[in-house]
Structures are given as structure tokens and as C-alpha cells.
T-cell receptor, first 114, second 115 residues
Framework: DAGVIQSPRHEVTEMGQEVTLRCKPI?????LFWYRQTMMRGLELLIY????????DSGMPEDRFSAKMPNASFSTLKIQPSEPRDSAVYFC????????????FGQGTRLTVV | DQQVKQNSPSLSVQEGRISILNCDYT??????FLWYKKYPAEGPTFLIS?????DKNEDGRFTVFLNKSAKHLSLHIVPSQPGDSAVYFC??????????????FGKGTHLIIQP
């Protein structure tokens, strides 16, 4: 397996534009997580899914953020409208299931909102 | 409020010596602890973990110690090698089986191994 795949690797957008980040988890993994990394707050959990169902979205900063997982092999994180303070590295991670000890992370998407 | 704290943003250690990275947590409900390693422009990769029912777990050059009463864990790397230079994240989970409910991360410690 190629691991967790995120796209794009880098995204530069203007304030107010819609941004969509994409993630393909490792095949067979039941859990998918979206994290955000900033200098101020470090790595924060935004939302996670179990079997494509959102379980906990309490980390989503505000209504401008939304995430979907239409099937087991694809998830999106959307920001609409984007703001400069959304600039961060966004990581997707997947985990096989309860009892697994490790989540595997993608390489991240570096988002810059100007 | 940070539930997982890594108070040293950076640490410099000479090659061959022991590196000790520290982590403190505040939530006594955490049941599983992990260390991740991160190189620039890459995602974090799993390094080692420990369940709350243990006080030590060893894997090659890496050993994690857990002191539940002090809410403290540490990662020991011995001997330290140049390839160990990276940012190390301490993470905690409420899930006793691992990170199925998501992980709470510290802000990381940048370990620099000097030749």
C-alpha cells in the first residue's frame, strides 16, 4: 500500500476562496482523522470518521470548515470561505481499528491563504 | 489548555550519547501514549507506544517510560544517531486500544544530534 495519500501537497489561495483538501486512507483502515498543525497550537485533531461516519467534529474551528467521507477510500476537508488564519499544514491519518496501536499519517497539505 | 505538554522546544545531544525527551500530561483519563517522529515536509511517523498498565516499553534503541502518578513519560534514545534528528511528538489517547478516538499531541521537541 502507498500509505495515506493527500493532495495537493501545497495550496496557495486568496482570502475568501473555497479550498478543498483531499485524502485517501490506507485500504482496510476503518478510521480517518484530520489534523491541523500550526506554530501556536501544534497538532490538533479536527474531526475523525469511523466507517465513513463522522464521530467527533468538536475540533473543527468554525462553520467555515466541513469534512466529508463519501466512501471508505476518500475524504475531503473543505474551508469556505478561507481566511489567512487558516494557513497551516493539514494532515490526514488513518488507523485500522480498535486495538490498533498506531495511526499512519499522510505527508500533509501546506495551505497558505493570502 | 494543553493537555499534553512538551516543555522543551529543542534539545541538542552529542552523537552516541543518550537523548531523553520528556512529556507531561494533565488528563488522568488518558490510557495510551505514543511517540511520533517527524522529518521536515513529511507526516509524523509512529515510533513507540506504551499502555497505561505498563511503566516501560523498549524497542531497540528506543525506550519509553511512564510514571502515571507523576503524569509524566519520557523517551530515551541510546545511542543517539544523526538520523534521529527530527521533531518528536508525544501523544495521548483515551482509548486503551490505541488511538481510535484521535490523539492529543504535545507541541513537539526538536532533537538535534551533533556529530
Amino acid at each position: 500500500d502507498a500509505g495515506v495519500i493527500q493532495s495537493p501537497r501545497h495550496e496557495v489561495t486568496e482570502m475568501g476562496q473555497e479550498v478543498t483538501l483531499r485524502c485517501k486512507p490506507i485500504s482496510g483502515h476503518d478510521y480517518l482523522f484530520w489534523y491541523r498543525q500550526t506554530m501556536m497550537r501544534g497538532l490538533e485533531l479536527l474531526i475523525y470518521f469511523n466507517n465513513n461516519v463522522p464521530i467527533d467534529d468538536s475540533g473543527m474551528p468554525e462553520d467555515r470548515f466541513s469534512a466529508k467521507m463519501p466512501n471508505a477510500s476518500f475524504s475531503t476537508l473543505k474551508i469556505q470561505p478561507s481566511e489567512p488564519r487558516d494557513s497551516a499544514v493539514y494532515f490526514c491519518a488513518s488507523l485500522q481499528g480498535t486495538g490498533s496501536t498506531e495511526a499512519f499519517f499522510g505527508q500533509g497539505t501546506r495551505l497558505t491563504v493570502v | 489548555d494543553q493537555q499534553v505538554k512538551q516543555n522543551s522546544p529543542s534539545l541538542s545531544v552529542q552523537e552516541g550519547r543518550i537523548s531523553i525527551l520528556n512529556c507531561d500530561y494533565t488528563n488522568s483519563m488518558f490510557d495510551y501514549f505514543l511517540w511520533y517522529k517527524k522529518y521536515p515536509a513529511e507526516g509524523p511517523t509512529f515510533l513507540i507506544s506504551i499502555s497505561s498498565i505498563k511503566d516501560k516499553n523498549e524497542d531497540g534503541r528506543f525506550t519509553v517510560f511512564l510514571n502515571k502518578s507523576a503524569k509524566h513519560l519520557s523517551l530515551h534514545i541510546v545511542p543517539s544517531q544523526p538520523g534521529d534528528s527530527a521533531v518528536y511528538f508525544c501523544a495521548a489517547s483515551l482509548d486503551s486500544g490505541g488511538g481510535a478516538d484521535g490523539l492529543t499531541f504535545g507541541k513537539g521537541t526538536h532533537l538535534i544530534i551533533q556529530p
